[in-house]
């Protein structure tokens, strides 16, 4: 009998473990545009749908939206930003309504679904910076990663109990 329980559960312990990152909606988005490239031809990409990730870099609540400044990082497989390859550009997220910035902190890893509404004028430091605008559909906050992983770790152990 617990044999029988066993093998029931292996499989839907393997799926547990196969699990990939968040449910994102990318169907029809641009996969490889960056923010860079957003900001060079905007006219063209305006109203467009993209799928964009990085590092908070600050966030500002308004009078009706938060502003989120997030510079961007290609995404994995899972579509996790990938902080340790170079960063492709910044971006705004302008999410309506009041987002705790507490939960969106600096240094906190996020992807964003959603579309190329505008670009406004900002400041790196003491450069002028132009920033690609994105109205989110949906926005995953990722938990931070356990120091020294450089990539997905799978654990699976079996315990067996032997009775005299």
């Known amino acids: 009998m617990m044999m029988k329980k066993l093998v029931l559960l292996i499989p839907v312990l393997l799926l547990f473990a196969c699990a990939t990152g968040p449910e994102l909606d990318t169907a029809g988005a641009q996969t490889s545009l960056t923010p860079g490239e957003a900001v060079q031809e905007f006219n063209a990409f ?23 400044e997030i510079l961007a990082y290609p995404l994995d497989s899972s ?13 705004l997220v302008r999410q309506t309504g009041y987002l705790e910035l507490s939960d969106y902190a600096p240094g906190r890893a996020i992807t964003v679904v959603g579309v190329l509404t505008d670009t406004r004028e900002g400041r790196v430091g003491q450069a002028l910076y132009r920033y690609p605008v994105v109205h989110p559909s949906q926005m995953h906050l990722w938990q931070p990663e356990a120091r020294g992983r450089s990539g997905p770790s799978v654990h699976f152990g079996i315990g067996v109990i032997l009775g005299n």
Do not use: M, Y
């Open 46 to 68: 305006r109203g467009e749908k993209v799928v964009w990730g990085g590092q908070i870099v600050g966030g500002t609540n308004l009078d009706e939206a938060t502003r989120l």
């Open 79 to 91: 579509n996790r930003p990938d902080t340790g390859r170079q960063p492709i550009g910044r971006f």
